[in-house]
């Protein structure tokens, strides 16, 4: 399969889902500051232009819902929208200062290093827990029978959410996130899309709040505590804390799970920096930075002019979209030397962008780095054997979030043997 570079702005080609690399590399030698009508934006690809445009006081993060809208709406579907844009606009990712400042320092306090090490036992206990199940199989497609539940039940535990609404909560969020696409994503959103997503988010609602409630007489170690102390003390809404929340599941489960499967198939692809990473314990926290600067999972944030800038020469005007390609910088031969060769002992230079930068720097980084440094050695030791399953992967049609469809692998079932289940009896 080649990339067809005249058609460099259809980033929906599968070529370009596959291995996105020849388009950066093109771009980054042939046209760093590019206008692609497909998407009405710039797309600046070198590793300097990315991070002096994240940490650009000029541009905004806000993302005003609804203003794309191409047709009149119903009263029905105006309702819904009021419903839905406080969780597109009034979450710290699609804001700016005061407001991003403010939510952040409140949520900031749930990534502590010491709340860190405390979650990274009960990680390893969800691991455990859910390789137990996997061992006798001898196969298991990593996405949706590993990833996802092990996501779900960490950002669950750290917000606060009891096991008892994790079936109903798992199916509103995972609805959620197909439907955001839905009428997010286009002019034309269908009614349906707009009133059921309407109608998600009050059910949303109405599964968190006996929780803000009962934390309100009695506060837990917890991010719901958290936001509702901050709420008491009149520094967030009642609403902010539901928007918080699903801001957090939505920041902490798709990322993290694209992680896993891409940097699952980057190692199982390089036998030889598999091998380096089993044998050499000592290198676990080099290896995953550099599993995250090979495999990223938020290709490209975007912002918004706030006034005219110049990069490099070329003028982005005042109210243009500028998309932050942070997945080309991570590949800039001038910060990363040999950036295609997935090199598990690369020494450490320059931060990568997987995390973005500036004010907006992902305040779930260490956790999701945490989480990886577990994961890995885990399966690679209590799965032997561990391999692809099919010699052919599906990539998701969505160049923001790379990620794939599934990742089916086979490692030798762990037979429990008559031994251990008579010692177990007894
Ligand atoms: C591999 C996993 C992850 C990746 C690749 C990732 C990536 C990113 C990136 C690139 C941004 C910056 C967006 C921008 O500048 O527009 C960001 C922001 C954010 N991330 Fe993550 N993230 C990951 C995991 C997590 C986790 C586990 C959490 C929380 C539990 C989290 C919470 C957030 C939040 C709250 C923000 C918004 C920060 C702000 O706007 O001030 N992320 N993430």
Known sequence: MSLDINNIDNLLQPEFLANPCPVFKHLQTNDAVHWNPQLNAWMVSRYDDVKTLLQDTRVSAASPFGYIFKRPLTEEEQVAVSIIRPYVEQSLLNMDPPGQSRQRTILGAAFTPRRLEQMRVRVQQFVNEL?????????????????????FKVIFALLGIPSEAHTDAKRLFNEASSLIIKVNSTPYPKSEHLLRFADNLLETEDLIRPFVEERSRQPQNDVISLMVEAEQRGELSEKEIFVL???????????????????????????????????????????????????????????????????????????????????????????????????????????????????HYCLG???????????????????PGLKLASSTVQWRPNFLLRGLVELPLEFEPQVVSLDEIESNVA
């Open 365 to 383: 980084g260490a956790l999701a780095r945490m989480e990886l440094q577990v994961i890995f050695p885990t399966l690679f030791q209590r799965l």
């Open 245 to 359: 929340c699903s801001q957090l599941v939505f920041a902490a489960h798709e990322t993290t799970a694209s992680a896993i499967c891409t940097g699952m198939l980057s190692l199982l692809q390089n036998p030889d920096q598999l091998e380096l990473m089993k044998t050499k314990p000592e290198i676990l926290a080099i290896a995953v930075e550099e599993i995250m600067r090979y495999s990223v999972p938020g290709q490209m944030r975007p912002r918004i002019a706030r006034e005219d800038i110049e990069i490099r020469g070329t003028t982005i005007r005042k109210g243009q979209r500028v998309f932050a390609m942070l997945a080309a910088a991570n590949f800039d031969e001038e910060h990363f030397a040999c950036p295609h060769a997935l090199n598990v002992e690369r020494p450490k230079k320059d931060q990568i962008m997987t995390f973005g930068h500036g004010i």
């Open 131 to 151: 390789v137990d199940e996997i061992q006798p199989r001898g196969q298991v497609e990593l996405m949706n029978q590993f990833a996802f539940p092990l996501l």
